[in-house]
């Protein structure tokens, strides 16, 4: 039998507050009256109301000794009836008589026959999709409700919903196996065999979880698909069956061992066991896409880090060339070729021929020797193919284009890779096939050797609009136009392949996670014809446009309210607690603001919702994108927001509503177990060592919640010696229970010494954590 507190069946709590006793069970003026004209005694009086208020409340009437006696207390109080009176009744005709007079005033007929029709057709439609009795259950309570039926016993009720489902169960079985052929049928049997090696089951291996997304693991994973493909056809076999339906066979399958599960009827046991294998089909598909996502992923981290490694290898480079730079502009500066006069300014050509012909002849020597000498300076430095065979490999990784170096990390996995997009079927959820087409044209050229492919694809040219202009540059090479790097090109592909799986613009056929969304969506002939009452019981218009105007109306009136009332909070806190003053030049000198406030603020608002300088420029005027940055480079660091922080929680301390929850010196806990972040450095801080002889074993996470529960007085790793005798004596403040214990404790929390004011007593010897609690 089905557990009546599951389902959604009408029924009297435990425990009512007093707001629900008033609002459900406290009889109106025209109801007391309406009572006090069919009743004759006390007793008659308060069994009628009391089936009045329980029928307007459950949708049945209760047998009496269901009631609570809060209810009926609460009922005969309101009748203003003495004390002891009961809602007895003198013959079981009054009592029907009072459910007769109860269903005339909310006009119900009763006629249990049509109530336990609507009920079964209502679970018979639910349990082609459902197959939970709770949910049938509900199902049936609310066609009854709608129907204003008067809803039968809940045992009536679950006996019905345990029959029909069986039988539309039965017949679903039957389908499945009448689809089947006797091959199918014989394959997926002997799934239940115990072989191999591993003396593991069918359903075990269908169970399997991925592993690691490794090259080898990929591998397995694409043979594990073929493994659950060759079992058999099992969209063939469950097709028009729902999607819950299978999945809930498929849950009671796997929830049983290979013996349990040959204990079931045969018609049975081969579709629990079909809808096991097409669940392991869509999970083994899923698990593949999923692996090959996160390998490339780690792919694109292993560039980034081996552009990052090169640039740390290239700075001394770098840092020589520049000085090379410098002696060759010092050589050839035209400034110092120049004649000069006794006051070192420059001197004008002298007038006479000759003597101009002598200053030039003497110009030009000075240009030949200072040539000669940058000419020296470079060849000191090694040569000039040298030079700029070093000035090619800085300016090939100067910006951020790790794209270039993704392919070398692709050889071992690009078999599996194609394998894998070979495997699956990919179908785009939008108009924009182009990575689809990317990829077509990429395994067309799989057993290719050369570097470099066409890239005509059906006759034109390969529309790559969807990847990065670094990726397009990567690919192509300005010397062999209309020609695309095959690796580069494959990694590409690869990529952009892996990012439209995540974001759902390319979907896998036969998988959940990555299925079609589009697919999940209900047909139009049968929403249709449900849009005007739905625009009617939402007040939306039900044309495009008027439902476009309406939208932009409602959007535009939302927006002025919120701008013209919402408070500048950023603002008016800098104003009054000027934390703004933190911010400035790394000198220390004033800011050389126009407007130091506004710029603070406005910067600090724009940081604090995470938005680029890029848009914050183009919906801000007034401000540009490059003076945004620089204000954040030159005038804030983490310590002076750190320092901000501290000056506005400290000014909230001085607030009067802080007081309301206590002065601080004194905590209350009610045992609540709060989640926290696990290996976070102040749960640590806080938590007691163990004992020597229980240190050998590191208690898992529940543990590790359990044992913090029962340790008592919280302790740093530098706790006072008043407290826990032989600890390390912290040198500036007793750390007990206290959140900004330790120097990297107060980092972390971005708290700085300034929040010192905040802090309450010790908790466990009493003493100010200002002053330091030591032995002495």
Known sequence: MTSIERTAYPRFKRLMSAREMHVFFTPKREEIEW?????????????????????????????????????????????????????HYESANTAKLHRKLVRERHGISYDQERARQIAEEAIRRAALVKNNPPDLINVALEELVRATCELPAFRTLDEMAARVRREVNEDIFATVRSRMTMEDRARVQGLLEVGGLDRKSGPNRLKEPAKRPSWSHLKEQHKQLQWVDGLGDTDAWLEGIAPGKIADFAAEAGALDAAELRDYETGKLIALLACLVHAARRRARDDLAEMFCKRVATKLKNAKDELEEIRKQQQALVERMIGTYRTVLERIDPADLLPRGPDGAPAAFPAGKKARRRAARALAGKRAAALAMAQKAVQSSGSFAAEFADIEAVSAHHGNNHEVLVARFYKRDRAPMFDLVGTLEFEAVSEDR????????????????????????????????????????????????????????????????????????????????????????????????????????????????????ALRERLEATAAEVDSGYPDIVSRTAYWVEWWRRFGPASGSDPKLKDPFGRSVLTTFVGGINMTFAEAARHISGVSAHELSAITNRHLSVEKINEAIADVVNAF????????????????????????????????????????????????????????????????????????????????????????????????????????????????????????????
Not at 737 to 765: K, N
Request: a positive charge; proline letters at 6%; charged letters at 25%.
């Open 35 to 87: 009572v006090q004209e069919r009743t004759r005694s006390g007793e008659h009086l308060l069994a009628l109301a009391l089936a009045l208020k329980c029928y307007q409340k459950l949708g049945y009437f209760p047998k009496a000794a269901e009631v609570p006696g809060t209810v009926v207390e609460h009922v005969r109080g309101a009748l203003e009836l003495p004390e002891g009176t009961g809602p």
């Open 434 to 549: 182009r990575v689809l087409d990317a990829l077509a044209h990429a395994r067309a050229h799989q057993s290719a050797t050369r570097e470099y492919i066409s890239e005509l694809y059906e006759g034109q040219p390969l529309d790559l609009g969807f990847a990065s202009q670094n990726w397009q540059r990567a690919v192509r090479d300005r010397k062999r136009p209309g020609m695309l790097d095959r690796r580069r090109f494959e990694t590409l592909v690869f990529t952009y392949l892996a990012e439209h799986l995540r974001t759902g613009d390319v979907a896998i056929t036969g998988s959940d996670t990555f299925a079609n969304w589009l697919d999940q969506l209900p047909d139009w002939e049968e929403c249709g014809p449900k849009l005007a009452q739905l625009c009617e019981e939402t007040g939306l218009p039900d044309t495009a446009a008027a439902f476009t105007a």
């Open 653 to 776: 301390m001085r607030l009067d509503l802080v007081k309301a929850w206590g002065d601080g010196t004194s905590v209350a806990a009610d045992g609540t177990q709060m989640d926290t972040f696990i290996d976070n450095l102040l749960a640590a801080l806080g938590q007691r060592p163990l004992p020597a002889h229980r240190r050998a074993v590191r208690p898992g996470r529940a543990q590790r919640h359990r044992l913090a529960a029962r340790r008592g007085p919280l302790a740093g790793p530098h706790a006072c010696q008043h407290c826990y005798p032989g600890r390390a004596p912290w040198p500036r403040r007793c750390c007990c229970g206290a959140w900004a214990a330790t120097p990297s404790a107060t980092r972390s929390t971005g708290l700085s010494a300034r929040s010192a004011a905040l802090s309450p007593l010790c908790s466990c010897c009493g003493l100010s954590r200002t002053r330091r609690c030591g032995a002495g």
